[in-house]
């Protein structure tokens, strides 16, 4: 099982970019692939992009070419680089444990907030 704790969220005007950080408790990051995921207002959460355990990274399409996920193991880290951001990325940003059942999960951290607005 993976822990997690989500920072580097904040208020950014369009177009402009954050780093989230998710720092992870557990004995070996390696084993699992990693997801960030978000929840808007009133909205269902939805996964954004996750890398495997051997580093590919796939993107949802709202998101590809302006984000970038990767991971630090020795660190027990995890990122989400997020450039141009849009209004419609206002949301708050988790990570977890990826796997196709992911929805099934329900041990979540506190998240991070995300809001972009001018």
């Known amino acids: 099982q993976v822990q997690t704790v989500e920072s580097g969220g904040g208020l950014v005007q369009p177009g402009g970019s954050l780093r989230l950080s998710c720092d992870c408790t557990?004995?070996?990051?390696?084993?699992?692939?990693m997801g960030w995921y978000r929840q808007a207002p009133g909205q269902e959460r939805a996964l954004v992009a996750y890398i495997s355990v051997g580093n590919d990274a796939v993107y949802e399409e709202p998101v590809k070419g302006r984000f970038t996920i990767s991971r630090n193991n020795a660190k027990k880290q995890v990122y989400l680089e997020m450039n141009n951001l849009k209004p419609e990325d206002t949301a708050v940003y988790y990570c977890?444990?990826?796997?196709?059942?992911?929805?099934?999960?329900?041990?979540w951290g506190p998240g991070t907030q995300v809001t972009v607005s001018s």
């Open positions: 557990t004995g070996n990051l390696g084993l699992y692939a």
């Open positions: 977890n444990v990826f796997y196709f059942n992911w929805r099934s999960q329900t041990k």
